[in-house]
């Protein structure tokens, strides 16, 4: 595990990884997708995470305006709903205040905006963690497109090899695989085997950020 102690970055995803509002946006999704008379099972949204909300929209809506009408509309739901059913992510502030005190970088790669990232770190108090963001609207090119990777990498001046992206969706371990960084997959969800999914595998696979915490403590 070499590579763990060696990264000079650590790139988290945010939705999910930071902050835990898995339900909040699975909510949004039921409630965006019945206005355009689409019902979905939580468990078949879930299987999109980790791409943006127009993809999103589009597995369930063919026609692409009104697939965009869907993803503004879930994106407005959200808002009123993030602040009462999300919260931080056990373990994240010990476990990046552990890697910032290793001298490591630390920022964030999502398919959120980055008006959105910033609204909600700031919520909890968690800004001033990270010292690069990039959203969904900073780039051109969406995951499983390494850009939001290799913007980071840009900004900071940090090889691929020498960065880690942690995130909880199969989509963030392709991502990774595509910028030819290192990966750690947060199976939280439960989502089913990712080798089943993918052809690359996770250079680490946890349950919680408390564990990959515990885990830097032994090593």
Known sequence: MEWLLKAKVYIFDFDGTIINNEDAHLQAWVEALKIFHREANPSLIQQYFGRNAVEIASQFIQDKKQAEECAKIKEQIYDKLWRRMSSPVPCVEELIAKLKNS???IAIASSSTYEMIVEVLQYFDLLHLFDVIVGIDNVHNPKPHPELLLSILNKLDIPPSQAIYIGDSPIDVLTACNAGVHSI????YERGRIQE??????DLAIRSLCELLNFLKDI
Not at 185 to 188: F, Q, R, W
Not at 197 to 202: M, Q, V
């Open 197 to 202: 999914k993918l052809n690359c595998s996770p």
């Open 103 to 105: 001298g490591k970088s």
């Open 185 to 188: 997959y947060l199976n939280i």
